[in-house]
């Protein structure tokens, strides 16, 4: 600082000067983010800011040349013209790399691709049409068609599931953990399967219908005595093995029946009563125990059991005229928590409401979307006569039980084209390498028939595509 004194003037001169080292080990690397598409200062296309250019590493020698390719740094204003500190929206990398560029001649600058104009909000709702045949599948007034059945009263009761069609509300296809309580129904939409859950009292999610813990969200079998005083050394004979207690509470009969590991049986004691649960595996795959008195005579007395034969829940995915036998009256009578899903709409059975956008009369036009087992069968139910052959362009049905195991899950299917099928191998795959040995099957619907003919096994003879042509054409 120099100071120079005259006679009632003073002068300061104070040097502020900002500079980089003289000598530099290296250059600045500037990571940022900004709006997409910006213009610049001259009113054009800042290129830096395109999709095209994001992640690209770029060297800059000046502000100009800075500003040339990304804009001027913006910052988000209050009603005073103040700039809001802080704001997400501020391109502080983008002022970073401009003041660099004051003290030296030479930065790396990489924009992510990330648009800073997407998170801008808007009072103006959304208007642009969607792309022609965007199909919509209206959650909101689609019915599942799903019931429960209740032992105590022997009625179904309607299932209103939890709809999960977020992708962060599930993991791999099962809703999270936090989702709903136990014993309530969820259906996630979030992937093509929609498939349908239902939580357990250990908190655990299970597909309805498939086979293991499922069948222990609810049990076969409930004693009526509360709290009973058992005796010792009495027993109780399931699936023909006994099963001695050793104790005199309900808790101590739950744990001789899991020590006996008898297949597919499990007991457990909740609110005071003696609770079985049967799998699928017990009694020779059957999914059934067979309750007999002890030679003591009096446990099940004692707890309130009757003899006889139970089968564990099952799930059945059929028409409202096909309604489940699960009565105490019918032949195999089934406990609470076994599901009917209907596959028709009516009786509040299945109506899947499902649009497809017409860009002709610019709206959504509700489709037909019954509910068919497979292709086989939704082809004879489209067209008899063809066996699928005629079912038009953008026909629409709802496959359900994927798997074709029993699950409760479903999944939608759009016809792309009217006529016959074709397949084309992709482009990227060419040329075909065939390998003489080779086989696969082929299966096809049938006009008249719910049934794919037999699966037909080809074995390639070659290794062009003439030969393969040649043994699929033979078999």
């Given at each position: 600082?120099?100071?120079?004194?005259?006679?009632?003037?003073?002068?300061?001169?104070?040097?502020?000067?900002?500079?980089?080292?003289?000598?530099?080990?290296?250059?600045?690397?500037?990571?940022?983010?900004?709006?997409?598409?910006?213009?610049?200062?001259?009113?054009?296309?800042?290129?830096?800011?395109?999709?095209?250019?994001?992640?690209?590493?770029?060297?800059?020698?000046?502000?100009?040349?800075?500003?040339?390719?990304f804009g001027n740094p913006s910052f988000i204003a209050d009603s005073a013209?103040?700039?809001?500190?802080?704001?997400?929206?501020?391109?502080?990398?983008?002022?970073?790399?401009?003041?660099?560029?004051?003290?030296?001649?030479?930065?790396?600058?990489?924009?992510?691709d990330i648009d800073l104009g997407q998170l801008v909000g808007t009072s103006v709702r959304p208007t642009d049409d969607p792309a022609a045949g965007t199909v919509w599948f209206d959650l909101t007034d689609t019915d599942f068609g799903l019931f429960e059945w209740n032992e105590s009263d022997q009625t179904f009761n309607k299932i209103t599931p939890i709809i999960v069609n977020d992708a962060a509300d599930h993991s791999g296809g099962v809703p999270n953990g936090d989702i709903g309580n136990p014993l309530d129904y969820a259906i996630v939409t979030a992937v093509t399967t929609n498939p349908l859950y239902v939580k357990n009292s250990s908190g655990q999610w299970n597909l309805v219908g498939s086979d293991g813990t499922w069948h222990n969200t609810y049990p076969t079998v409930t004693s009526t005595i509360s709290n009973p005083t058992l005796t010792i050394s009495d027993d109780i004979v399931l699936n023909g093995t006994t099963v001695t207690m050793t104790g005199t509470s309900i808790a101590t009969a739950a744990g001789d029946i899991n020590t006996a590991a008898i297949t597919g049986i499990t007991a457990a004691a909740v609110d005071g009563k003696l609770e079985i649960y049967v799998d699928e595996t017990a009694d020779t795959n059957q999914g059934r125990v067979t309750i007999a008195e002890g030679t003591a005579d009096d446990f099940l007395t004692e707890v309130g059991l009757t003899a006889g034969t139970f089968y564990t829940i099952t799930a059945q995915l059929s028409a409202h005229t096909s309604v489940p036998e699960w009565k105490t009256t019918d032949a195999v009578s089934r406990p609470t928590g076994s599901v009917w899903a209907k596959t028709t709409t009516p009786n509040n059975g299945a109506d899947w409401d499902i649009s497809v956008y017409d860009d002709q009369t610019?709206?959504?036009?509700?489709?037909?979307?019954?509910?068919?087992?497979?292709?086989?069968?939704?082809?004879?139910?489209?067209?008899?006569?063809?066996?699928?052959?005629?079912?038009?362009?953008?026909?629409?049905?709802?496959?359900?039980?994927?798997?074709?195991?029993?699950?409760?899950?479903?999944?939608?299917?759009?016809?792309?084209?009217?006529?016959?099928?074709?397949?084309?191998?992709?482009?990227?795959?060419?040329?075909?390498t065939f390998n003489s040995g080779d086989s696969f099957t082929i299966s096809v619907s049938e006009a008249g028939s719910d049934t794919f003919t037999a699966a037909q096994t080809i074995t390639l003879s070659g290794t062009t595509s003439t030969t393969f042509v040649t043994d699929v054409m033979n078999a």
């Open positions: 600082m120099a100071t120079l004194l005259s006679p009632g003037v003073e002068v300061t001169v104070i040097d502020e000067s900002f500079f980089a080292p003289v000598i530099s080990t290296s250059i600045p690397y500037v990571l940022l983010a900004t709006a997409q598409d910006k213009l610049n200062t001259s009113g054009d296309l800042a290129i830096g800011t395109t999709a095209a250019n994001a992640n690209t590493v770029t060297p800059i020698t000046s502000r100009r040349e800075l500003v040339t390719l013209g103040g700039v809001v500190q802080g704001h997400e929206l501020n391109e502080y990398g983008l002022q970073t790399a401009y003041s660099l560029l004051g003290v030296t001649n030479r930065i790396y600058v990489q924009r992510a610019e709206a959504f036009v509700r489709k037909s979307a019954p509910l068919y087992l497979n292709d086989a069968v939704a082809n004879n139910a489209l067209d008899t006569v063809g066996g699928g052959l005629n079912v038009s362009s953008g026909s629409i049905y709802v496959r359900y039980d994927t798997t074709e195991t029993t699950d409760i899950t479903f999944q939608i299917y759009e016809r792309e084209v009217l006529g016959e099928t074709v397949v084309t191998a992709n482009a990227s795959s060419l040329p075909i």
